[in-house]
């Protein structure tokens, strides 16, 4: 599995497990809770999804920012909360 597919997987079993996640870039840090992953789920729409490229991607608004370039290298560290 590359970095972006790992970070998939590690996102997706916290959501099952009812886990937070953040998303830190140098300057903020956003908090993923269970409360916006409903929301996206009901809305139909991927809140983090592999690009045709297979770098990982994250909702912003009706658009998507990377969150790793390419599949290998992490632009961001993801936090899972216990």
């Not at 990377?66 to 993801?78: D, F, K, M, N, S």
Request: proline share 1%; net charge positive; glycine share 4%.
């Amino acid at each position: 599995m590359t970095t972006a597919e790992t970070y998939l997987a590690e996102i997706r079993q916290a959501e099952a497990d009812g886990r937070e996640v953040y998303v830190c870039t140098h300057t903020k840090a956003t908090r993923i809770t269970q409360a916006a992953f409903a929301k996206w789920r009901k809305a139909n729409r991927d809140l983090f999804k592999l690009s045709k490229d297979g770098a990982l991607l994250m909702a912003a608004g009706k658009s998507y920012v990377r969150l790793t370039a390419g599949a290998e290298i992490p632009l961001v560290r993801i936090i899972f909360a216990s």
